[in-house]
């Protein structure tokens, strides 16, 4: 018995070395996702350590040194220095620490409920619970995200916060619409109805049944969407509805050095040069996970 | 066919409400005075106590938006506390503005994505393949306020080819307003020296908004163009030595009409949403310009009517869409009118 129990999770540890195997076959088929990963694991290393190996961690705050102000770039620094002083390099790895944060808690809320409503919403396919949740996405999808989102950040304040909140109350409806896809076309097949027949809860139906076979595109939705929302996060910032500073943000900076060009022009070149990098990552990655998971469309 | 159209109709009007709903009862909850605002700082309190009274804001919430939506049909969205005029009025200056950059986009984009989708196709695999593929990653990746400030800083600061600001040089008379777009109505003037003048403000911006979109709908038309290349129809009319440019523009561009047609519809919402970003960049006195100065003034009626605006357009668009692709389309054309 106890022996059995052994050779089986075994044998499901070496199905699931081969699946990830494969997995991984699959998504190094294209340089480009390998490189995508490649530059994402190179960033989300240098926020983490942006404290030990920016050279002049003090500037990503409050600090002033016109002494310094707007020299080009050089090997003290590297992406020269802004307005009043501070190293653009050093901002520029800090301001992805607040991309990234943005991103992670923008899907991290509002993804699990527009996974939920989606679920009930293909559950309830037919019903006037569709109806309702589908008509509710509706709404939120009438207008361009980053329209609401401006008019939403503006009226709570901007901050940084009150800007992660005002996208993550836009983000749930795009999940609601993937998984209602996904879950309301598996509605009337066997092993639903089986569960059903069964006595299962809804809730297991709902969460033990569906939603295991809406991951894939959800995950790859998921990676996908990290790029945008730093997108959107940092046009919010270029408005100057977003983190106020001194908070290094990517699209404050960009705006900043704006002003300033064509003579000091590294001051918003570079900080725009590193939010098309972190998004392009996502994306390769997203396209390589998209070929992992063989999701057509998301 | 009419039947259809008319119930989309009213599925944009019920959503139309929702979002209107959804928006006023946002800017009614956030904290701050809306008599306060639309008044200023010197007002007395009897006089806020007063347009309080006036705006209904001592009536409970359904009430206040009943009143909202009875003045919007009336055609009032309201005064804006940042420009102290009739938030309509504002819109009618601004709108025209905002519609001729993202015409002439749109103008652009179809152009040129067309060119490059039958390039791209056509000599698949090439290093103009290629490159297009790599413009339309990069396309994707990059907001649109970075691509503009990037064709400024080369093509107007460096290389000096075209202005950066505005619509029209401060010294140069602006023709009498017609249609509010700048080029046609120094056309219609006679000022052919003035439209020209016009038309090079406006490449930058539009070319800044309409990138994205070039590499998109070239993405479209190149993988259409791809997938009927090897077809037997068009080996047949090859065989018949039908010339290649007629095949490509007779036979090949075709299938793609409506997929192209489908893609610029949603493309609109979105050069919309980056003309907020883009008319910041050019100083481009628009709609979304407008728009980005309220929300920083924290102006709530216009907040709420630009919102509302922006989704009235959508829900347009969309409609046209499906209606332009209803009759393009013979096999949804004939479906609908059997059902």
């Known amino acids: 018995m106890w022996q059995e129990k052994r050779a089986d999770l075994a044998a499901s540890f070496a199905l699931r070395r081969r699946g990830l195997a494969k997995g991984w076959y699959k998504f190094s088929r294209n340089p480009l996702s390998v490189v995508g990963l490649v530059v994402l694991v190179v960033i989300v290393l240098a926020t983490g350590l942006a404290s030990y190996i920016t050279p002049y961690p003090a500037h990503a705050g409050p600090y002033t040194n016109f002494k310094a102000a707007g020299q080009p770039p050089s090997w003290e620094h590297l992406f020269g220095t802004d307005r009043i002083g501070r190293d653009v390099f050093t901002r520029v790895i800090f301001g992805y620490r607040f ?62 916060l009150n800007e992660m909140f005002a996208i993550a109350l836009l983000w749930w409806p795009w999940y609601c619409r993937l998984v209602f896809a996904v879950s309301s076309s598996m509605r009337n097949q066997f092993f639903i109805r089986e569960a059903e027949f069964s006595g299962a809860s809804e809730a297991h139906i709902l969460f033990r049944e569906m939603l295991p076979n809406c991951l894939a595109p959800i995950l790859t939705k998921m990676t996908l969407d990290m790029g ?5 996060g940092a046009s919010l910032s270029f408005v100057g509805l977003g983190a106020q500073p001194p908070t290094p943000c990517l699209g ?18 570079f900080p725009a040069l590193a939010i098309v990098l972190v998004i392009l990552a996502f994306n390769l990655v997203g396209d390589g996970l998209r070929d992992v998971f063989a999701v057509e469309e998301v | 066919m009419a039947k259809y159209i008319g119930l989309r109709l009213v599925q944009s009007i019920f959503v139309l409400f929702g979002l209107s709903l959804l928006i006023f009862s946002i ?60 938030v309509t009025t504002d819109l009618a200056q601004y709108i025209p503005a905002t519609l001729e950059l993202i015409l002439f986009a749109t103008l652009i984009s179809l152009v040129f994505g067309q060119i490059m989708g ?37 093509f107007s600061q460096v290389f000096r080819l075209a202005p950066s600001v505005g619509r ?94 489908t893609v610029m519809g949603l493309d609109f919402a979105f050069l919309m949403s980056n003309a907020f970003l883009v008319e910041l960049v050019y100083m481009w006195p628009g709609f979304s310009r407008y728009a980005v100065t309220t929300m920083l003034n924290k102006d709530l009626n216009a907040m709420v009517a630009v919102v509302v605006v922006m989704g009235v357009t959508f829900a347009l668009v969309n409609l046209a869409v499906d209606i332009i692709i209803s009759f393009l389309d013979p096999t949804i054309r004939i479906q609908r009118r059997g059902g």
């Open chain 1, 228 to 232: 945008i929302v730093i997108l959107l």
């Open chain 2, 118 to 154: 039958i390039l791209a196709g056509y000599f698949r695999n090439s290093w103009f393949d290629g490159l297009s593929r790599l413009v339309s990653y990069l396309g994707i990746a990059t907001p649109s306020f970075v691509i503009a400030i990037l064709l400024m800083f080369l």
């Open chain 1, 99 to 160: 991309s990234l944060l943005l991103g992670i808690v923008v899907l991290g809320l509002g993804v699990a409920p527009g996974v939920i409503l989606g679920l009930i919403a293909g559950y309830h396919r037919g019903t006037w619970v569709e109806t309702t949740i589908m008509r509710v996405t509706d709404v939120f999808l009438a207008v361009p995200p980053l329209v609401l989102a401006l008019a939403i950040t503006a009226m709570l304040t901007p901050s940084l």
């Open chain 2, 168 to 261: 029209l040089p401060i010294m140069m008379q602006p023709p009498p307003t017609v249609t509010g777009f700048m080029v046609l109505d120094s056309l219609l003037a006679g000022q052919v020296k003035t439209a020209l003048v016009a038309l090079n403000h406006l490449l930058l911006p539009a070319f800044s908004l309409a990138v994205i979109h070039i590499a998109q709908e070239g993405r479209i038309t190149r993988s259409s163009i791809v997938e009927n290349l090897n077809k037997d129809y068009i080996t047949m009319h090859r065989v018949h030595g039908i010339r290649t440019s007629r095949l490509v523009f007779k036979y090949l561009l075709r299938p793609s009409i409506i997929p192209t047609i």
């Open chain 1, 252 to 269: 404050t900076m960009v705006a900043d050095g704006a002003k300033r060009l064509p003579g000091e022009w590294w001051s918003t070149i």
């Open chain 2, 27 to 86: 800017a009614r909850v956030v904290p701050g005075d809306p008599a306060r605002a639309a008044l200023g700082f010197l007002a007395s309190q009897d006089q806020v106590q007063q347009m309080r009274v006036e705006m209904h804001l001592d009536k409970p919430f359904p009430v206040q938006y009943y009143y909202w939506i009875r003045n919007v049909m009336h055609g009032d969205l309201g005064k804006s506390s940042y420009t102290r005029r009739p």
